[in-house]
């Protein structure tokens, strides 16, 4: 497949979303459930990396990929630039600062 932006692949999910009965609007889905769902897919990632399953059917790699067209999905049915939204969080970051002995995530 060729390289295509997010927004692109956001509406090819929404796509999809509509052809398979997924929802395509806010009033089609159950926003709670999809939030599960895609805390769902997030654990199913952990579980595969702790397995060392990082390719192929229910690998890391997949399941990732599955966390992503389901977070996708719900931006699209609440039409969220989500492209633009990353980078607003990417400049806002760029000053912030962490206090990585209050932290239990390592950091380089």
Request: overall charge negative; proline content about 1%.
């Amino acid at each position: 497949m060729e390289q295509i932006t997010i927004k692109e692949l956001t509406k090819l999910i929404k796509i999809q979303a509509e052809e398979k009965g997924f929802g395509a609007k806010p009033e089609d889905v159950n926003v709670a459930e999809k939030i599960a769902l895609i805390h769902s897919e997030v654990s199913e990632a952990y579980e595969a990396y702790r397995h060392k399953n990082i390719d192929g059917k229910d690998g890391f790699k997949e399941e990732l990929g599955d966390t992503i067209q389901r977070i996708l999905h719900l931006c699209a049915i609440f039409d969220i630039d989500i492209e633009e939204e990353i980078l607003k969080k990417i400049n806002s970051n760029k000053d912030r600062k962490w206090d990585w002995k209050k932290m239990n995530e390592k950091h380089s």
